[in-house]
């Protein structure tokens, strides 16, 4: 079984940052990319930033130059760094996690429970 546990969420006023982090656990391989969705009210869900094991990052648009992920291997966490938010950045932030696990080492999709991010003066 992979878990996924997300922390750091919460209420920040425009122009401020919060940091979001999502740890895996359980029994597996290896874990290839993880990253970020959000899901704000009325939307469809959106990739926000991935970073494959390798390092090589990608990002929406919308959030290049404001938000930085990363990841530590060795903890199995991946980061997002949200910095200058703003209103539009309000929505349910999910991690996701491509985990290499099983006889044959297959890779399964696994998703975090989700973390709001409300940005609201």
């Known amino acids: 079984q992979v878990q996924l546990v997300e922390s750091g969420g919460g209420l920040v006023q425009p122009g401020g940052s919060l940091r979001l982090s999502c740890a895996v656990s359980?029994?597996?391989?290896?874990?290839?990319?993880m990253g970020w969705y959000r899901q704000a009210p009325g939307k469809q869900r959106e990739l926000v930033a991935a970073?494959?094991?390798?390092?090589?990052?990608n990002y929406a648009d919308s959030v290049k130059g404001r938000f930085t992920v990363s990841r530590d291997s060795a903890k199995n966490t991946v980061f997002l760094q949200m910095n200058s938010l703003k209103p539009e950045d309000t929505a349910v932030y999910y991690c996701y996690a491509d985990v290499v696990r099983g006889t044959f080492l297959r890779s399964y999709l696994y998703w975090g429970q989700g973390t709001q991010v409300t940005v609201s003066s």
């Open positions: 970073i494959t094991s390798g390092g090589s990052t």
């Open positions: 359980g029994s597996f391989f290896s874990i290839n990319a």
